[in-house]
T-cell receptor, first 113, second 110 residues
């Protein structure tokens, strides 16, 4: 059984389009995250939700909008895609949003052409 | 600004040897420390966590933490080719954000 799942696994789209990535966790965790890993493999946090409430919102263009319909799901919608948005996006979750380790989904490789 | 720095690598070790990975962090308020392993094209996988000063052993892995020196390390004993991956050091500070280092790529030579 997959603990943290993401769809789609690959996403290829053109500049200017709008796309969404979905994430679901079946671990019963309260907190979920979105990370971006760029071509240099550096992982950087974008957003965090605790029980559907936004708690971390890093300096991310407002073209990126997270949505959490319930504590098991955290989706990421991206408007007006740009070339620089090409990266791997990882969803993660943990128990309490505090000091526990986070468990990552398989990632979504986004390519903007 | 909180920073997590790792030795840049790549680190190449023969099979059976000890691989030693180092990480320093800038935020003295950091409270939780993690090592993740990431195979090429895969997601980060949590392999070790440590909260208190000293050593913590789990199988062939040992994490060492020295908060006074703001230093955390990972030792991999009896390295196997399957240990070849990028190892990411991650730190949670008082703001509860997980910050990652750039990673050290380890290659175990058969």
């Amino acid at each position: 059984d997959t603990a943290v799942s993401q769809t789609p696994k690959y996403l290829v789209t053109q500049m200017g389009n709008d796309k969404s990535i979905k994430c679901e966790q079946n671990l019963g965790h309260d907190t979920m995250y979105w990370y971006k890993q760029d071509s240099k493999k550096f992982l950087k946090i974008m957003f965090s939700y605790n029980n559907k409430e936004l708690i971390i919102n890093e300096t991310v263009p407002n073209r990126f909008s997270p949505k959490s319909p319930d504590k098991a799901h955290l989706n990421l919608h991206i408007n007006s895609l740009e070339l620089g948005d090409s990266a791997v996006y990882f969803c993660a979750s943990n128990v309490a949003g505090g000091t526990d380790g986070q468990y990552f989904g398989p990632g979504t490789r986004l390519t903007v052409t | 600004q909180k920073e997590v720095e790792q030795n840049s690598g790549p680190l190449s070790v023969p099979e059976g040897a000890i691989a030693s990975l180092n990480c320093t962090y800038s935020d003295r308020g950091s409270q939780s420390f993690f090592w993740y392993r990431q195979y090429s094209g895969k997601s980060p996988e949590l392999i070790m966590f440590i909260y208190s000063n000293g050593d913590k052993e789990d199988g062939r892995f040992t994490a060492q933490l020295n908060k006074a020196s703001q230093y955390v390390s990972l030792l991999i004993r009896d390295s196997q080719p399957s240990d070849s991956a990028t190892y990411l050091c991650a730190v949670i500070g008082n703001d509860y954000k997980l910050s990652f280092g750039a990673g050290t790529t380890v290659t175990v030579r058969a």
